[in-house]
């Protein structure tokens, strides 16, 4: 699944239907974020459950190619080694 450059608090509701769609087709999912450019912490914490949804049935979620800014702000939170996320990963 591709993520879109901006992901902020006014599409939340959407990646997280999108989000239940990918799990429940039973299988690992993952993320493309290469083209993220700015995430807010609402994102994050959609993301992180998605993560640990997965995780409770033996699932991973895999980010791909994340942006600079993607690891940037998954640093800032405290998030980058939940999500498996290298520092120097861009």
């Not at 640990?52 to 800032?76: G, R, T, V, Y």
């Amino acid at each position: 699944m591709k993520l879109d450059s901006d992901l902020s608090i006014r599409n939340a509701e959407l990646l997280y239907a999108a989000f239940e769609n990918e799990y429940e087709k039973g299988a690992d999912v993952s993320l493309h974020a290469s083209d993220v450019e700015r995430i807010d912490t609402t994102i994050f914490q959609i993301i992180v459950a998605l993560k640990m949804k997965l995780q409770s049935e033996n699932m991973d979620l895999n980010i791909i190619e994340p942006s600079a800014e993607f690891i940037d702000s998954a640093e800032l939170l405290g998030l980058a080694s939940m999500l498996e996320l290298a520092p120097n990963q861009h």
